[in-house]
């Protein structure tokens, strides 16, 4: 069956960013998400999953342990478990990106400053 953001599950997170669980199994997950302008998620590291980030539309900023990169359309990076990291939105454009997890991400964040979101 083809999967799109139309026929996906969705959620909503950080009470304006948008996720579409494209495959969702306990041993993997990718999710489109959408980050509109000046938004971010809480900065976390994942006790087994191993992450990466490939942006679709829009420049993320995305820290890893204190570094902050750039991210621009059709650039990934890959976040290992353990690691401290945070996704963010520093433009005024929305940005999209795929966040593929292994194995399945939610329940093995842990959240160091603010409450849980959504990975």
């Known amino acids: 069956m083809k999967v799109s953001k139309q026929n ?3 959620y909503v997170w ?3 960013c948008d996720g579409w669980h494209l495959v969702k ?10 980050m509109p302008p000046y938004t971010e998620e809480v900065r976390h590291y994942h006790l087994k ?3 990466f980030f490939f942006v679709l ?3 993320a900023a995305l820290e890893i342990d204190g570094v902050i990169y750039d991210v621009k359309a059709h650039e990934g990076v890959e976040v290992f478990p353990s690691i401290l990291h945070q ?11 795929l966040v593929i997890s292994q194995p399945f991400a ?5 959240a160091v400053d603010g409450d849980n979101k959504h990975r």
């Open 49 to 51: 999953a191993h992450q």
């Open 25 to 34: 199994n306990k041993d993997v997950s990718i999710i489109h998400e959408r």
């Open 106 to 110: 939610q329940g093995d964040r842990i």
């Open 87 to 97: 996704m963010m939105n520093r433009s005024s454009e929305e940005i999209e990106f």
């Open 57 to 59: 539309k829009g420049t």
């Open 8 to 10: 996906a599950e969705h």
């Open 14 to 16: 950080g009470g304006k």
